[in-house]
């Protein structure tokens, strides 16, 4: 039994961030709760649901193009986290949240996420199963499903979390078009953000998507591990500040070292 | 609580398949990768029996509201009408029928280009909104679009110190911008996995 070439570094790094994470986790346990920043996209999750309640409207959550099985799988894993918060907070005031999926394996799980959100809101009866909806597999089918939405059936509110390419444009450009307060960001796909944080009322970018669901439990052992991951951040940092001394001084020895 | 509705019981199973996976990729060794392998062979199959429960979805949501005469009925029925024809002609006829090639290649092949081609159109008007100048921040975003545009237009190349500017903006502090992204999003999406692989995450968990 041997580590895959090139790999022994970067199991050496994945282990110490898990063990960062463990360790903040137990200290989490031990009644030490961390103090996480402020995320303001999540918080306004809160003002959509208000506002669509306002005006007698609906909120629109889209979860993306992304799968479970794939690369885009904790993309699409953290908005159904939000799905799920979202369900709870709509439940609680009455109003309805739509989701159009291009995933069919997705359905299950989402449906699954919004009738947990509608019973922990202690109002069950109110989930609806016709407001999961699969649009096609093709991001257009869903681009041109949700501006359906926003348009004839009075989205007033939209969250869009998880794996987006191209069609992101197309659904926030609807929405801002027709007034929808938008909240919306990606992980991966770094080319999509400019247009949520462009078009949206507020976003959210990059490990924000991540830490949604730890952020919106305010689960005590989730948030621990938010700050486990902060360790592998400064490891991060100081390797790279360490290999551009290193390489200022002609050595690659950082490079080759990771490189193992 | 039903045996499969127990949340113990999808943890389990998220702990082991994904040790499994994530040992496959770091460790050599017959055993384990074989069964990885297999694993991997059982997604792609699971994930091409899950389209069926996609056309459930919409035969269920659509029929209902034709049935019912609900909202917009009529574009349900048609949208049941040419998901039934097309697979019809696609089961009886084959996927090399002359009718089922014309409606595939100028019907549905064309709406993704066609997707594409508003894009043009969504883009100007969301530089439009993010380029307005009414902070500090945004002037200088506006400044960077600019020279950004200037070097990426013919023009550019005989622009004095325009394509330097040009090739600075992207090299340094876009890239580097966008670097840092990526790398807060790579340990943002470990954390996940590890929260994923003991319970912790459970926003997709039942109760």
Known sequence: MIFVEGTIIATIILAFIWLAMIYNIERAKGGKLPRIRAIPALNAIDEAVGRAAEMGGRVLFVNGIGDLTSVSGPETVAGLAVLRYLSKCCAESGIEVVAPLTQAQVIPVASEAMRTGFIEAGNPEAFQEDNIRYVSSSQWGLATSCMGIIGREKAVSSVLVGAFAGECLAIVSAGAEAGVFQIGGCGRNTTQMPWFVSMCDFSLIGEEVYAAGAYLSRDPLELGSLVGQDYGKILTAGLIILGYILYIFGSKALYNILGM | ?207
Do not use: C
Not at chain 2, 15 to 43: E, H, K, M, P, Q
Not at chain 2, 75 to 89: E, R
Not at chain 2, 90 to 98: A, E, L, M, Q, R
């Open chain 2, 1 to 207: 609580m039903s045996f499969f509705r127990r949340r113990e019981l999808y943890v389990a199973i998220t702990f082991i398949t994904g040790l499994l996976t994530i040992f496959d990729y770091f460790i050599s060794f017959d055993a384990l990768n074989n069964t990885a392998a297999a694993l991997r062979n059982w997604v792609v199959l699971i994930a091409y029996f899950a389209i069926v429960l996609g056309l459930v979805n919409t035969f269920v949501f659509h029929g209902r509201r034709v049935f019912r005469k609900g909202q917009q009925w009529v574009y349900s029925a048609w949208l049941l009408f040419v998901v039934v024809s097309i697979t019809l002609i696609g089961i009886f006829s084959g996927t090399n029928h002359p009718i089922y090639s014309f409606l595939f290649t100028n019907v549905y092949g064309a709406l993704g280009p066609s997707g594409y081609g508003i894009m043009a159109f969504f883009i100007a008007s969301a530089a439009f909104r993010a380029l307005r100048a009414r902070s500090f921040e945004a002037l200088i975003l506006l400044t960077a679009v600019v020279f950004t545009l200037l070097y990426r237009a013919p023009v550019g190349g005989i622009m004095p110190f325009i394509p330097q500017i040009g090739d600075w903006i992207q090299s340094v502090p876009s890239a580097g911008g966008m670097r840092g992204i990526i790398i807060g999003m790579a340990i943002g999406a470990i954390g996940m996995g590890l929260r994923t692989l003991l319970g912790y995450e459970r926003g997709y968990l039942p109760e």
